[in-house]
């Protein structure tokens, strides 16, 4: 079995808003062609490659709940969680209008398989 890696994926409107909190390039295009290349050479080092999609709003609420400043550091655990809840976790799941839909805590999680 392979292990599974969670990588953060972002859509292009909130892109300017996610600029503010994180370092990210300049463009959309240049951080899509990046993020390609990243999950594409953690797929040929035999990880399997998930993507999770960062609501701005949910991912501030998940680190206000927490604690947890809205950083990297507080990202990177956000997309383990995501990942651990996703395939290990009590949830509750449904598949609405061909959209993933995970309960995790009080917090339903879209999640969009691409």
Not at 9 to 22: C, G, M, N, P, R
Not at 56 to 61: A, P, R
Not at 67 to 89: M, P, Q, R
Request: aromatic share 16%; charged share 30%; with cysteine.
């Amino acid at each position: 079995m392979k292990p599974i890696m969670g990588f953060p994926v972002y859509q292009e409107k909130d892109y300017e808003k996610l600029k503010e909190i994180f370092q990210l390039p300049s463009s959309y295009e240049q951080w899509l062609k990046g993020t390609e290349r990243g999950i594409k050479e953690l797929s040929d080092r035999g990880y399997v490659v998930e993507r999770v999609n960062i609501d701005i709003d949910v991912f501030s609420l998940w680190c206000k709940d927490r604690g947890l400043d809205v950083n990297k550091n507080a990202l990177k655990s956000f997309v383990h969680w995501f990942i651990y809840e996703k395939h290990h976790g009590q949830r509750w799941n449904a598949r609405i209008f061909g959209v993933d839909c995970y309960l995790a805590g009080e917090v339903i999680l879209f999640y969009h398989a691409h």
